[in-house]
């Protein structure tokens, strides 16, 4: 009876799963999911985080747990948060000892879970995954290599594939990222900074099985700059340098003005050439500023102390409930997780 109750209550796996308007693709997610876990042959769980959905998503998760209660979690935001902060909140519920993130899109084959663990149980405490083949679009592939590079320049976090949510991380890893009150933070580059032993696996990637990308270009540059100002400070001594040369060059060319006004008389030819100048550094200068404003923002967004996130409702077996025969309860609390 022990043994039973400590096994529902500590499995070894824990899969979490963000969830938005993914109505299309849930049962084929349900299909290939569970049997996938259940070959591993080792205790396991599944939470789900919906994000606010506005389609039948919930509906839809309510009726898996119901059919599989003894490993089906799901916890229900109150709005829409975002990606990372539902993984986030997948963490503090999961009780695994290996936590999975996986999308709910099927580009990341849930059969790769059993490879990722493997890989752990090997010492380490993060794996990555890198897509083989990937199946999006060619600017979302070129961009993503790009922002890759620049990113891993700038925050010495050398993270191969950071679009591929398939990631595994150890007890330890998760225990610390719990602790952390960010409010806006690319959870992969976080854990990364925490861990120990840190790896990447090659993995297969599918094209999407249902509906389409909740990331837009503007929601990649966003995330990207979340990621640069969140995890370095290299982009304001950039600029602070940059403003040094700046200064040193407009310095240099007022003399070089004056000298030729003095000398050889005034001018109206490089007239122009002077706006193109100006307005060149004009340019810099207002986006230095747009920068300084990222850094600023995440201060004001911190001080302010708001909840990350709200959950509303947690659907989940009490330990006791599978052993006596109950019908599997649901646990509902409002939660406010504080930044």
């Known amino acids: ?41 080792t205790s396991y769980e599944i939470v789900f985080v919906n994000d606010g959905s506005r389609d039948n998503s919930v509906s839809i998760l309510a009726e898996q747990f119901r059919a599989r209660p ?23 519920a999961a009780r695994g000892e290996i936590m999975i993130t996986l999308d709910a899109d099927l580009q990341n084959p849930p059969e790769e879970i059993g490879n990722l663990v493997a890989k752990m149980r090997e010492g380490y ?12 679009s060619a600017w979302r592939t070129y961009a ?66 249902a509906g389409e ?25 950039f600029y602070s340098m940059m403003g040094m040369l700046m200064s040193l060059i407009s310095g240099l060319l007022v003399v070089v003005l004056l000298v030729r006004r003095l000398f050889l008389g005034a001018e109206a030819e490089g007239v122009f050439t002077l706006f193109a ?32 996130y709200v959950v509303q409702t947690i659907l989940q077996q009490k330990p006791g409930e599978a052993l006596d025969g109950v019908q599997a309860g649901v646990e509902k609390r409002t939660v406010g997780r504080s930044s």
């Open 125 to 136: 405490d993060y794996v990555g995954s890198i897509r083989r083949k990937r199946q999006d």
């Open 70 to 92: 003894d490993v089906t979690r799901v916890v229900l935001f109150n709005g829409n948060y975002g990606q990372h902060m539902a993984i986030l909140a997948g963490f503090e």
């Open 1 to 41: 009876m022990t043994d039973m109750t400590v096994s529902l209550t500590r499995p070894e796996i824990s899969v979490v799963i963000p969830i938005y308007n993914e109505q299309a693709g849930l049962a084929a997610l349900f299909a290939r999911l569970y049997p996938a876990l259940d070959q591993l042959g």
């Open 144 to 209: 993503s290599k790009a922002m890759n590079s620049l990113r891993e320049r700038i925050t010495n976090i050398k993270i191969t594939d950071q679009g591929n949510m398939l990631r595994a991380y150890g007890r330890n890893v998760i225990d610390l990222v719990n602790q952390c009150a960010e409010v806006n933070t690319f959870v992969p580059a976080l854990a990364y900074r925490f861990a120990r032993n840190p790896t990447e696996i090659i993995v297969e990637h599918e094209e999407r099985s």
């Open 277 to 308: 100048i100006t307005f060149f550094f004009m340019g810099v200068i207002l986006f230095g500023i747009g920068l300084l404003g990222e850094y600023v923002g995440r201060i004001f967004q911190q001080v302010r102390a708001r909840p990350r």
């Open 213 to 237: 990308s909740k990331y837009s270009l503007y929601s990649l540059i966003r995330l990207n700059f979340d990621l640069v100002t969140g995890f370095s400070l290299v982009p304001l001594q």
